[in-house]
């Protein structure tokens, strides 16, 4: 008898993924998609929230810095049972986020900052051309973990600005 091995994933991966336009009805709507999406799974309590802050940061920077006409923004979500990884894909490669702090008399580019102080991990990704995805990660934690801060301090390290 000839059997044939099959690979099986040990931890459940749920994904999400839309286009959306790249304007701030946009940006609106996939804070709310992934919202709703995030409440029918069971994650810790506060990672919803964080969630939400997470994507309409990195959607309305991709409706605001990513913006080319007729170009959609793409908005995916990978959970498995440790790490919630949110992802925003616009066309716009050749503009990529700095990680230097916005000068106090700044009117914007403070976005970046709410990223570095709520995700666990967040980078750029670049390809395929002309496309940049900036992503967060949110490490889940168990419930009876969530008695100590995620961050024991202010935030160290560069804060982050777009151009």
Same mark, same amino acid.
């Given at each position: 008898?000839?059997?044939?091995n099959?690979?099986?994933?040990?931890?459940?991966?749920?994904?999400?993924?839309v286009?959306l336009?790249?304007?701030?009805?946009?940006?609106?709507?996939?804070?709310?998609?992934?919202?709703e999406w995030?409440?029918?799974?069971?994650l810790?309590?506060? $990672?919803?929230?964080?969630?939400?802050? @997470?994507?309409?940061?990195?959607?309305?920077?991709a409706?605001?810095?990513?913006?080319?006409?007729g170009?959609?923004f793409?908005?995916?979500?990978?959970?498995?049972? &440790?790490?919630?990884r949110?992802?925003?894909t &616009?066309?716009r490669?050749?503009?990529?986020?700095?990680?230097?702090?916005? $000068?106090?008399?700044?009117?914007s580019g403070? /976005?970046l900052?709410?990223?570095?102080? @709520?995700?666990?991990?967040? /980078?750029?990704?670049l390809?395929?051309?002309p496309?940049?995805?900036v992503?967060?990660?949110?490490?889940l934690l168990p419930?009876?973990?969530?008695?100590? =801060?995620?961050? $024991?301090? =202010?935030? $160290? /390290?560069?804060?982050?600005?777009l151009?």
């Amino acid at each position: 008898m000839n059997q044939e091995n099959s690979t099986q994933l040990h931890a459940p991966t749920r994904h999400f993924g839309v286009l959306l336009s790249p304007t701030p009805r946009g940006a609106r709507l996939a804070r709310l998609l992934a919202t709703e999406w995030l409440r029918t799974w069971d994650l810790p309590p506060g $990672s919803t929230d964080t969630a939400e802050h @997470l994507v309409a940061e990195l959607a309305a920077n991709a409706a605001t810095h990513g913006r080319l006409p007729g170009r959609d923004f793409r908005l995916a979500l990978h959970a498995t049972t &440790d790490v919630l990884r949110i992802e925003v894909t &616009d066309t716009r490669g050749d503009d990529l986020p700095l990680r230097q702090p916005p $000068s106090p008399d700044a009117v914007s580019g403070r /976005g970046l900052v709410l990223v570095e102080a @709520l995700a666990d991990r967040w /980078g750029v990704e670049l390809g395929p051309v002309p496309r940049k995805t900036v992503w967060a990660e949110l490490d889940l934690l168990p419930t009876e973990s969530l008695a100590a =801060p995620k961050h $024991s301090g =202010p935030c $160290s /390290g560069a804060a982050d600005a777009l151009p």
